[in-house]
């Protein structure tokens, strides 16, 4: 993951450069993903980041969880926190196993003893870590007024 090097002694301008370098390839990672690539049967697979429900950790894999009529699911290589790391700003990581579209959310459920969970648009539910959850609030509640 490196993007610059800047050897010293170092110019305000040199510095200057490197920080422009590193904002650019931020918002080229930022806007540049569209598609999570899945090798499937010898083949690899495109799949479309607005189609992507939620993720789940699945050991040293993520499975992916598409937002279509058959609830299909594909086995990514790659673990929860590198994929989190190519998804736009609306996915959100709600537990330690789970990254939720939310922009698919219907409405946060909270339930006794301190449990909370996302409800998403196809009905399922998906649960939200103690220490996620006052992001996930905020992150909803960001859009009220709106």
Known sequence: GVIDF???PFTKERLSKAFERLLESTQRSYYGCRYLSIKKMGAIELLAIADITYIQAEGHYSLVHLNNKTNTTALHAK???KIMQLLPENFLRVHRSYI???NLVKQLLIEEGSRYSLQLN???EIPIGRTKYQKV???LTSFEGT
């Open 6 to 8: 800047v050897a010293k």
């Open 79 to 81: 673990n929860i926190e």
């Open 100 to 102: 939720a579209n939310m």
């Open 122 to 124: 196809n009905g399922q």
């Open 137 to 139: 609030k905020q992150y």
